[in-house]
């Protein structure tokens, strides 16, 4: 039992509060016509959810608000209140009892409440489908509706078969699982474009990080060769200072000592120089001596001509004596003179000149008068004078000569000691040239290495090299050593340098780029995954629901069948599923569940034929079919049964009774062979204040309210 109570309160024509108890497998509602036993079985539809306010007889919500009548006011709110038997938990839900209320305001404002709290038209969905009560509403026939079933296309047919058969629940998973698998696809797809967007950037990113990769090997690469270049250079250079301190010092020392001795020399030499030109000072004893031989020799010559004279008897004052002496003085003058041009001494010709002078002066002297003192002088004074000059000449010469002499041996000796010291000095100075020619090699090599160190200096300072983490290392062998690793580290400079432009920030936006391509490959292979699954899925539910529903289908047939032939006494009936098709211009033509009668002694071309009793009892034929092979937990029925004889409602009545067992069934009814069926019955009365009102009733006292059937 599921129905456990309905309160109507202002709904339609229950103006005032009532409420239906349902104790009974079968409720028989009873009443004159227009009491509002139908206004019932739209509570009902209502309170569960029903959104067709046309279905329940009205245009807007307002409608079925109680309006009001010439005795009572009309009420501004409508409620029914539908009370569930939970204590089977049916329903997924802890409490014993399900309470689905609605109500509607005069505003509009309409409401659902589920034991109490306000809830969405939703959640009252979700709830009935736990219990098999879909959107069709087949177990609730409304009034005339009986055979609504027959009249329904063959795509809402087989819906409402599908729901009878419970398997409304399968295709909302199906529904669900195709809604998630648009969406899965959907987000592939962006996905997959996003990929595709990121893929040609991430290989240009990977392109230029495998460069920086390289770029940061020939880094290390590069400050490690440049390192042990360093090291190496730098204990080389070191060894070179080493060696040329080691190597100066006794070169210096012996500069030194070569110099010293070579300044000593010098002044030994100057000092023989010296003493030297102090000889030469004596050479004047040279000229001294030709001077003298000269003067020697006029006096001679003079001396021979006088004693000439002497001889000649020469002393008179006679004239041409005079002019003869004047004669031989011109001639002895002259004569003079041709010797003196000969000769090649300034001093010998400035004495010659200055004799010459003499001896012209006295040949003026004798030419203007003098020759009387002349002729005065004795000759023999003459000679004699001239005599002891000559003695005192030879005594000078003899000197001169002793003291020449000794001179000459004197220069002798200090210019060969000059020329040995000369010697000395040259082989010094030869030694100390050769001493200074090593000091500049030193010194050449003392610049060479000099600029290596700068050089060295520089490059540690240029490519960054921590001082501290020299290597303590063999030096370079040899300078094609050095060449070599230089080399390399230049042509690491160069690639670094040809590098250069890329940007560090790559490495990062590769990382970042890759992860990101990495999470949606993993994201895509994720929703490929499931998309895989929500297929597998849809193909089991589609599997499911097509043997359920062939099963289904054929259970039904069969029930449907076997209550037609009792029905009708014979015939046949049968549902007949057909698959959606597609027509020649290409349209979906929808598939469904036609149906095929063959009703006894007649020749059905169509269900029009069939009169209105046929209609029902079909109806009923298939609903009760569809309600014993899966029963829904309730049904209502408002007078389907009206268009039945009297022979055909004993047998509605029977099938009632065998339906009753599996489901519970509010019925509204006219039908006296109805009534007897029911455990409980209502009366529902109208009277003049247009208010609905509710009795319960004994059989004999509903038997009032029935039709004559
Ligand atoms: P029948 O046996 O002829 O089918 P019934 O008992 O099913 O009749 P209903 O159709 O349920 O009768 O009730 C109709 C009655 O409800 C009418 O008298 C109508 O005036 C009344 N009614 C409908 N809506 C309202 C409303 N909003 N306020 C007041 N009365 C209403």
Redesign the pocket.
């Known amino acids: 039992m599921y129905f456990k109570s309905l309160t109507l309160s202002g709904f ?2 229950f ?1 005032k509060t009532t409420v239906f108890e349902f104790p009974s497998r079968i409720t028989s509602v009873v ?10 079985v739209e509570a009902i539809r209502w309170v569960l959810g029903e959104q067709s306010i046309k279905s329940l007889r009205g245009k807007k919500g307002e ?7 010439d005795k009572a006011a009309r009420l501004g709110k409508a409620e029914v209140k539908l009370i569930f038997d939970n204590s089977k938990k049916q329903f997924p839900y802890e409490f014993d009892e399900v309470i689905i209320s609605r109500r509607v305001i005069r505003d509009g404002t309409n409401e659902y409440l589920l034991n109490g709290s306000q809830v969405r038209l939703k959640d009252i969905f979700q709830l009935l489908s736990t219990v098999g009560f879909g959107s069709t509403q087949h177990h609730i026939i409304s ?1 005339g509706e009986v055979d609504r079933i027959l009249w329904a296309s063959s795509r809402d047919r087989q819906e409402m078969i599908e729901e009878a058969l419970g398997l409304k629940e399968y295709h909302l998973k199906k529904r669900e699982a195709e809604r998630r698998l648009g969406e899965t696809e959907n987000n592939l797809r962006q996905i997959d474009a996003q990929i595709r967007e990121l893929r040609p950037h991430l290989k240009y990113l990977g392109a230029q990080a495998e460069k920086m990769k390289a770029v940061e090997e020939y880094r290390v690469d590069l400050h490690e060769k440049a390192r042990l270049y360093a090291s190496r250079e730098s204990i080389f250079l070191a060894e070179i200072a080493n060696n040329s301190v080691r190597e100066r010092d006794p070169l210096e020392d012996e500069s030194r000592t070569k110099s010293a001795h070579i300044k000593e020399l010098a002044n030994e030499i100057a000092r023989a120089e010296k003493s030297f030109s102090g000889l030469v000072v004596k050479d004047a004893v040279k000229l001294k001596l030709t001077e003298l031989d000269d003067r020697r020799r006029m006096l001679e010559r003079e001396l021979g001509r006088v004693e000439g004279l002497l001889s000649a008897g020469v002393g008179s004052k006679d004239s041409d004596v005079s002019v003869k002496v004047i004669i031989g003085e011109l001639r002895d003058t002259l004569f003079f003179v041709k010797e003196i041009a000969d000769k090649d001494s300034f001093e010998a010709l400035k004495s010659g000149i200055s004799d010459i002078k003499m001896r012209l002066e006295k040949l003026l002297r004798l030419s203007v008068g003098e020759r009387d003192s002349v002729g005065d002088l004795s000759l023999e004074k003459k000679k004699h004078e001239m005599a002891s000059e000559l003695h005192e000449i030879e005594m000078s010469v003899a000197d001169l000569h002793a003291q020449r002499e000794e001179t000459g041996s004197v220069r002798e000796d200090t210019l060969r000691e000059l020329r040995e010291r000369e010697h000395d000095i040259r082989t010094e100075e030869r030694e100390l040239e050769s001493i200074r020619t090593k000091l500049r090699a030193l010194d050449f090599d003392g610049e060479k290495y000099k600029a290596r160190n700068i050089e060295l200096a520089n490059f540690i300072r240029d490519l960054k090299i921590d001082g501290s983490s020299l290597l303590d290392i063999e030096p370079f062998e040899g300078d094609s050593d050095r060449a070599q690793l230089m080399r390399q580290i230049e042509r690491l400079r160069i690639r670094l340098e040809e590098a250069g432009g890329i940007d560090g920030s790559i490495v990062k936006e590769y990382e970042d780029s890759k992860s990101r391509d990495e999470f949606l490959t993993g994201e895509l292979r994720d929703i490929n995954s499931a998309a895989t699954q929500l297929k597998a899925l849809m193909r089991e539910l589609d599997q499911q629901l097509h043997e359920k529903f062939s099963e289904g289908l054929k259970n039904i047939n069969e029930e449907f069948s076997a209550l037609f032939r009792s029905v009708f006494g014979g015939g046949k009936a049968k549902l007949t599923y057909v698959a959606p098709s597609v027509n020649d211009a290409g349209e979906v033509i929808d598939g469904g569940i036609e149906i095929e009668l063959d009703v006894p002694r007649k020749r059905l071309r169509s269900l029009d034929m069939l009169s209105g009793g046929e209609r029902a009892l079909t109806s009923v034929a298939l609903l009760f079919a569809m309600s014993t092979v899966n029963p829904p937990p309730f049904l209502v029925l408002d ?1 389907t049964d009206a268009a039945l004889d009297e022979a055909n409602s004993q047998r509605y009545g029977d099938l009632l009774e065998q339906l009753a067992k599996k489901t519970q069934l509010i019925i ?1 009814t ?1 039908n006296r062979h109805t009534m007897q069926r029911a455990g409980v019955l209502y009366g ?1 009365t ?1 009277s003049g204040d ?1 208010i ?1 009102r509710v009795i319960s009733l004994k059989l004999e006292e509903a038997k009032e309210f029935a039709s004559e059937g």
């Open positions: 339609k024509s103006g009443g004159p016509n227009g009491s509002g036993k139908s206004n019932v409608d079925l608000i109680f309006n009001g009548s009034q007078e509204v006219h529902v109208m247009g609905s």
